[in-house]
Each structure stands twice: as structure tokens, then as C-alpha cells.
């Protein structure tokens, strides 16, 4: 069990996990402008945005939202792939994770750091899956 829970971490941390793995999906139960408490939904702040971006597929009440939690790459790192150090992976531009190398801490609300597929591709490498968040939250440490 042991061995098969080190072979996910190091394929989550070394971006060989394609980004639909990370999808967590979740039902607006009213419309995104309705909720008191935003802030704290990822899936209400993806939906906002999507709205404000006139995007038209999950902003509705009853539809679902897609997000992935996520890291920013630091602005002055380019986003191709980079060689990797010792116990670092290169990235992937395969829609996997990010490497676990030269990644800005994870900052601000877990909500705050959701964002929806299309965002991630789209951010020209500057958001990467927090690899730190999964296997925490959704993998037992090893």
C-alpha cells in the first residue's frame, strides 16, 4: 500500500497526472450573485468569474462547476519546461501538474485559489495544479 501511495505522490509531483484527474465538481444551488457567502465556495467564485468573462456553461442555478485548486507560478519564471534539480521534476505541458520546483506558496483562501479548467490552460503556464493541496486533502501522506 505504502509503495503504490509513493508511486501517486511522485506522479502528481512530477506532473505526469493529466489536469481532468484534478477536477473537483460541485452544483450551484442558486444563482452565483445569490450566495452570502462566496468568498468561501470555490465554486462560486469560479462561477463569477466565468459570468464576468461572459462565459455562459456552468454560471447558471442548477449547473455544475468544475475548478481545480492551484499555485501561481512565480511572473518571472517563463512557463516552459524547466530541468529539473535533484528530487524535482520537469514540467509538463500535458495538462498535468506542475513541477514541485519554483512554485509561489500557496497564498490566499482555498477558495480564492479554485479556478476552472479553461483558466488553467489558458494562464499560459502561470497557474499550476498545488500538488501540495491534493495529496494532503485527497492522498494519505506518505
Given at each position: 500500500?505504502?509503495?503504490?501511495?509513493?508511486?501517486?505522490?511522485?506522479?502528481?509531483?512530477?506532473?505526469?497526472?493529466?489536469?481532468?484527474?484534478?477536477?473537483?465538481?460541485?452544483?450551484?444551488?442558486?444563482?452565483?450573485?445569490?450566495?452570502?457567502?462566496?468568498?468561501?465556495?470555490?465554486?462560486?467564485?469560479?462561477?463569477?468569474?466565468?459570468?464576468?468573462?461572459?462565459?455562459?456553461?456552468?454560471?447558471?442555478?442548477?449547473?455544475?462547476?468544475?475548478?481545480?485548486?492551484?499555485?501561481?507560478?512565480?511572473?518571472?519564471?517563463?512557463?516552459?519546461?524547466?530541468?529539473?534539480?535533484?528530487?524535482?521534476?520537469?514540467?509538463?505541458?500535458?495538462?498535468?501538474?506542475?513541477?514541485?520546483?519554483?512554485?509561489a506558496?500557496?497564498s490566499?483562501?482555498?477558495?480564492?485559489?479554485?479556478?476552472?479548467p479553461?483558466?488553467?490552460?489558458?494562464?499560459?503556464?502561470?497557474?499550476?495544479?498545488?500538488?501540495?493541496?491534493?495529496?494532503?486533502?485527497?492522498?494519505?501522506?506518505?
Open positions: 500500500v505504502h509503495a503504490h501511495l509513493r508511486s501517486i505522490r511522485d506522479q502528481v509531483t512530477t506532473g505526469a497526472v493529466p489536469l481532468h484527474k484534478f477536477v473537483i465538481t460541485k452544483q450551484l444551488t442558486k444563482r452565483p450573485e445569490d450566495y452570502p457567502d462566496a468568498k468561501g465556495q470555490p465554486h462560486v467564485l469560479v462561477a463569477q468569474r466565468r459570468k464576468a468573462a461572459g462565459r455562459r456553461d456552468g454560471v447558471g442555478m442548477g449547473e455544475t462547476v468544475p475548478y481545480v485548486i492551484c499555485v501561481r507560478r512565480p511572473t518571472q519564471q517563463p512557463p516552459q519546461q524547466q530541468p529539473a534539480a535533484e528530487g524535482e521534476a520537469a514540467g509538463s505541458d500535458a495538462g498535468g501538474a506542475a513541477p514541485a520546483t519554483a512554485l506558496p500557496a490566499g483562501s482555498f477558495a480564492e485559489r479554485a479556478f476552472h479553461e483558466e488553467i490552460r489558458e494562464s499560459g503556464g502561470e497557474l499550476v495544479v498545488d500538488a501540495e493541496y491534493y495529496l494532503g486533502q485527497q492522498v494519505r501522506r506518505v
